[in-house]
């Protein structure tokens, strides 16, 4: 049975923004505990975990053309995977949940305040006032996306 043969309507499905998502193998893990159809989507060809729950979901180039994939089809039962915060705010307007590669979630309270941070990131980095470090991906950024999943399937199993 293919993928998307499995995601019958009702059932939850994880949108991955696959480009730099450290957590890939993660969340495979997470979709086949419970059974989930997941969709990576990128904008070419990499090397992903396989099984019989996976999509692989090859976009045309374009900045915003995984992110428009994505949100053109979640729903409010589906979780998304990204870093991306323009496209996290897209899919928190669907209703869907949407969890960071280090776990954290973004909502409605916290999007916001991520946007506009991401704004001044980028005019610190135009000014030649910040250098753009980040922060090195961790064992515990695992743990904590794991966990974060995890806690997005039950509320959504739950209907919250």
Same mark, same amino acid.
């Given at each position: 049975?293919?993928?998307? #043969?499995?995601?019958?309507?009702?059932?939850?499905?994880? $949108?991955?923004?696959?480009?730099?998502?450290?957590? /890939?193998?993660?969340?495979?893990?997470?979709?086949?505990? $419970?059974?989930?159809?997941?969709?990576?989507?990128? %904008?070419?060809?990499?090397?992903?975990?396989?099984?019989?729950?996976?999509?692989?979901?090859?976009? %045309?180039? @374009?900045?915003? +053309?995984?992110?428009?994939?994505?949100?053109?089809?979640? &729903?409010?039962?589906?979780?998304?995977?990204?870093?991306?915060?323009?496209?996290?705010?897209?899919?928190? /307007?669907?209703?869907? /949940?949407?969890?960071?590669?280090?776990?954290?979630? !973004? &909502?409605?309270? %916290?999007?916001? &305040?991520?946007?506009?941070?991401?704004?001044? *990131?980028?005019?610190?980095?135009?000014?030649? #006032?910040?250098? @753009? $470090? %980040?922060?090195?991906?961790?064992?515990?950024?695992?743990? *904590? !996306?794991? *966990?974060?999943?995890?806690?997005?399937? *039950?509320?959504? /199993?739950?209907? +919250?």
């Amino acid at each position: 049975m293919a993928a998307s #043969e499995t995601a019958v309507a009702g059932m939850t499905t994880i $949108y991955v923004d696959a480009d730099a998502c450290p957590v /890939k193998d993660e969340a495979v893990r997470v979709a086949e505990r $419970y059974g989930l159809a997941i969709h990576f989507v990128a %904008n070419s060809w990499m090397r992903l975990p396989d099984g019989p729950l996976v999509n692989r979901t090859i976009v %045309n180039d @374009g900045p915003d +053309a995984a992110d428009d994939w994505i949100a053109e089809r979640i &729903t409010r039962r589906d979780i998304c995977v990204t870093a991306d915060i323009p496209l996290a705010s897209r899919c928190l /307007k669907a209703g869907a /949940k949407v969890i960071g590669p280090t776990g954290k979630p !973004f &909502t409605e309270a %916290n999007i916001g &305040t991520a946007l506009a941070m991401r704004d001044l *990131q980028r005019h610190l980095r135009e000014t030649g #006032e910040s250098k @753009g $470090y %980040n922060a090195s991906f961790t064992r515990s950024d695992r743990s *904590q !996306f794991l *966990q974060a999943m995890d806690t997005a399937v *039950q509320a959504l /199993k739950r209907g +919250a």
